[in-house]
């Protein structure tokens, strides 16, 4: 069966979906509240991308494109992406969900920054996200980790 990222909808249908990932335990993860928050349905404008086995979702994140102006990570400063609440349900993880949802990021040919969980820093490391030197007043105590598309680096701050 092949693994296509899909566009969420933002709709009643996704809520449900989205309750099955709080059911794991992944509370400070969850997307409900982002979603209700942005609940019109069927909004087109959704930051949602998933994976389906068969009807059921079972990996999701949340992707925002973060204009030039408050680029404080990337040299040219640049339009980014900033990728929020990966996670692959219990059950299917270690099946490629999470590379191909991270894939789907790095398409766009954008930098990406992320605040990883504890437990899945190796994993965005292993995807080729790289940590950045910690500025006090941008990190605010986060350890945010970048992808760097080709002709990109880390911001240098003075």
Known sequence: MAITVEKLKINFKTLEEF???????????????????????DDSHSPFYGIYFGDKLVARMSLYRRDARFDQYF?????????????????????????????YAKKYKMPIKTNPRMNSRAFFEKMGFESVTYEMDRDRGENPLVWYPEGVSEQKHS
């Open 75 to 103: 040299d040219p400063p640049q339009d980014y992406l900033e990728l929020w609440k990966l996670e692959v349900l219990p059950g299917h993880q270690q099946k490629e969900y999470g590379k191909r949802l991270i894939d």
């Open 19 to 41: 309750k099955k990932f709080k059911e794991y335990g992944a509370q400070e993860l969850s997307m409900l509240e982002d979603l209700e928050a942005n609940m019109v349905e």
